[in-house]
C-alpha cells in the first residue's frame, strides 16, 4: 500500500505541455503540404507566445510561409527572428551562462544553434531571390557567407564534416557564379565536394544556362522530454528510495536496512530530473526524381543531412545540459522545507513535488527537413515545366509535387525550391 502511495505521488510530477507538443499540429499540416491551415495554426502560436518563444515560432512561420510561396512575409519573419537571435549573441555573458544554469532553460530567451542560425539566412536569400529581388539575394548571400566564416573556422576537421552547412555554401556558390565570380564560388564548390563529392558540378561557369534545383523531405528531429521521477528518505541513518526511470515499466525501489517505505508523518524528498533528447522522425521518402518538360531527367543528390547535423550539434552540448539540469534539480531538492499547514502530511508531500519539478526544454525549429537534395543541369533557353516525383522504399511513388513553369535565359541559371513531404 505504501508503494502504491509513493508512485501516485510521483506520478503527479507529470508535467505541462511542451513546445514539441504544442507545435505537433501545426508541424503536422505543414509537412503534409497544408500550408494554408498550417499557418492558420502556428498564427495562434505567434498570439500567445511568450517573449522567450516568440521569435522561434517567427522562424516556423517564417518556413512554412517560404514553402506556402509568400516570400514578403517570410523575409519579414525571418529577418525579424534573425535579428533578434545576433542580438542576444552579442550580449550573452559569463552571467547569462549563470543564470541559464539556475534557471530553467525554457524560462529563459530561445537561441538556436549555429546550423540554424546559417539556414536562416540561407533560407532568407532563397526566399529573396523567389521574390525576384536579385539585389537583395546577393546583400544576403555575403550574410550567409559571414555566418559560414563565423561559425566553422574555429571548428575542428572532425567537428566541421558534421556542422558545415552545404546548402547553404551551395546557394552562396551559385550566386557567386551568377554575378561571373568564378574563382569565389571554385572555393565553396571545392569545399562541398569535401563533404558531398557528388553534389558538387565539376566547374564553376557563369556562361552556362542552367537550372538548379532543391528539394527537402523528411521530418526534422524533435525534442522530447524525459524525465527521471523519485522520491527518497532517510531516517536513523537507513535509506528508502523510489525512481521512475524512461524505458524501465516497473519502478526501481531500494530499502536499506529496513527503512520501512514511504512515512506520511514525516515525509522525505521527491523530485523530477528532467532533459531533453532529440527524437528522429519516422520517414517515408527514400528518393526524389526531377521531371523536366515531362521527361523524368534524373534523382535528386544528396546534398545536406539537416538531421544528422542537428543530432550532432546536440551530442556536443549534452553534457553541459544535463550539468545544469541535474544542477537545478539538486538545488530545488535541496531547498525543500516542510510546509506547516493544517492539512498535515499529504500537503506536505503535494508541496515538495511542486516546488522541486524540473522542466526539460524541448525547443527547437521544427519545420526543418531531414534531408536537402540537388539537382543541376544545363538546359536549352525558354520555357520550361519541372515537378518532383517522391519515391518510397522499393521504388513506390509516394505522390508528386506541384508542377512549376519557368523561363530561362542564354546564359543565364534558374533556382526553384520544393519543400517536400515527411
Keep these: 500500500m505504501k508503494k502504491i502511495v509513493?508512485?501516485?505521488?510521483?506520478?503527479?510530477?507529470?508535467?505541462?505541455?511542451?513546445?514539441?507538443?504544442?507545435?505537433?499540429?501545426?508541424?503536422?499540416?505543414?509537412?503534409?503540404?497544408?500550408?494554408?491551415?498550417?499557418?492558420?495554426?502556428?498564427?495562434?502560436?505567434?498570439?500567445?507566445?511568450?517573449?522567450?518563444?516568440?521569435?522561434?515560432?517567427?522562424?516556423?512561420r517564417g518556413k512554412i510561409r517560404l514553402a506556402y510561396g509568400d516570400y514578403d512575409s517570410a523575409i519579414v519573419d525571418l529577418q525579424e527572428a534573425e535579428r533578434r537571435f545576433h542580438e542576444i549573441e552579442k550580449t550573452y555573458s559569463v552571467g547569462e551562462f549563470m543564470k541559464s544554469s539556475l534557471i530553467s532553460a525554457e524560462k529563459i530567451e530561445y537561441q538556436p544553434e549555429s546550423h540554424e542560425k546559417i539556414l536562416i539566412?540561407?533560407?532568407?536569400?532563397l526566399a529573396y531571390w523567389l521574390e525576384g529581388d536579385v539585389e537583395g539575394s546577393y546583400v544576403e548571400r555575403n550574410r550567409v557567407n559571414n555566418r559560414l566564416q563565423q561559425y566553422t573556422d574555429q571548428l575542428s576537421q572532425a567537428?566541421?564534416?558534421?556542422?558545415?552547412?552545404?546548402?547553404?555554401?551551395?546557394?552562396?556558390?551559385?550566386?557567386?557564379?551568377?554575378?561571373?565570380?568564378n574563382d569565389d564560388a571554385r572555393i565553396e564548390y571545392d569545399l562541398i565536394r569535401k563533404l558531398r563529392p557528388e553534389a558538387a558540378p565539376p566547374e564553376a561557369n557563369s556562361n552556362l544556362t542552367e537550372i538548379a534545383v532543391f528539394t527537402e523531405f523528411g521530418r526534422a528531429p524533435v525534442k522530447v522530454s524525459r524525465e527521471i521521477r523519485g522520491y527518497f528518505d532517510k531516517k536513523d541513518?537507513?535509506?528508502?528510495?523510489?525512481?521512475?526511470?524512461?524505458?524501465?515499466?516497473?519502478?526501481?525501489?531500494?530499502?536499506?536496512?529496513?527503512?520501512?517505505?514511504?512515512?506520511?508523518?514525516?515525509?522525505?524528498?521527491?523530485?523530477?530530473?528532467?532533459?531533453?533528447?532529440?527524437?528522429?522522425?519516422?520517414?517515408?521518402?527514400?528518393?526524389?526524381?526531377?521531371?523536366?518538360?515531362?521527361v523524368?531527367?534524373?534523382?535528386?543528390?544528396?546534398?545536406?543531412?539537416?538531421?544528422?547535423?542537428?543530432?550532432?550539434?546536440?551530442?556536443?552540448?549534452?553534457?553541459?545540459?544535463?550539468?545544469?539540469?541535474?544542477?537545478?534539480?539538486?538545488?530545488?531538492?535541496?531547498?525543500?522545507?516542510k510546509l506547516a499547514d493544517k492539512g498535515g502530511a499529504v500537503v506536505d508531500i503535494l508541496g515538495k513535488v511542486l516546488s522541486a519539478v524540473e522542466r526539460a526544454d524541448t525547443r527547437s525549429w521544427q519545420t526543418l527537413p531531414a534531408e536537402i537534395q540537388v539537382f543541376r543541369m544545363e538546359c536549352e533557353?525558354?520555357?520550361?515545366?519541372?515537378?518532383?516525383?517522391?519515391?518510397?522504399?522499393?521504388?513506390?511513388?509516394l505522390g508528386t509535387s506541384p508542377s512549376c513553369r519557368f523561363k530561362v535565359e542564354k546564359g543565364k541559371k534558374v533556382i526553384l525550391y520544393f519543400p517536400g513531404p515527411s
Design 296 to 337: 523524368e531527367a534524373s534523382r535528386t543528390v544528396p546534398l545536406d543531412n539537416v538531421e544528422e547535423t542537428a543530432m550532432a550539434a546536440f551530442k556536443k552540448k549534452q553534457g553541459s545540459i544535463l550539468f545544469k539540469a541535474a544542477l537545478r534539480t539538486a538545488l530545488k531538492t535541496s531547498a525543500q522545507t
Design 159 to 181: 567537428d566541421w564534416e558534421k556542422l558545415d552547412v552545404p546548402f547553404a555554401r551551395y546557394l552562396v556558390a551559385l550566386l557567386y557564379e551568377m554575378e561571373g565570380l
Design 381 to 397: 533557353p525558354g520555357p520550361h515545366a519541372v515537378y518532383v516525383r517522391y519515391y518510397g522504399e522499393g521504388g513506390r511513388l
Design 237 to 294: 541513518g537507513k535509506l528508502f528510495a523510489v525512481f521512475l526511470v524512461p524505458g524501465i515499466p516497473q519502478p526501481l525501489i531500494f530499502d536499506a536496512g529496513g527503512a520501512g517505505g514511504l512515512d506520511l508523518t514525516d515525509p522525505g524528498v521527491i523530485f523530477t530530473f528532467a532533459y531533453p533528447e532529440y527524437q528522429r522522425q519516422p520517414r517515408q521518402v527514400e528518393y526524389c526524381a526531377i521531371v523536366i518538360d515531362n
Design 121 to 125: 539566412n540561407a533560407y532568407l536569400l
Design 6 to 60: 509513493v508512485l501516485a505521488v510521483l506520478l503527479l510530477t507529470a508535467g505541462c505541455s511542451t513546445y514539441t507538443s504544442r507545435m505537433e499540429v501545426s508541424r503536422d499540416l505543414y509537412y503534409e503540404g497544408q500550408y494554408q491551415e498550417a499557418l492558420l495554426s502556428v498564427n495562434k502560436l505567434v498570439k500567445d507566445a511568450s517573449d522567450n518563444d516568440i521569435y522561434l515560432y517567427l522562424l516556423e
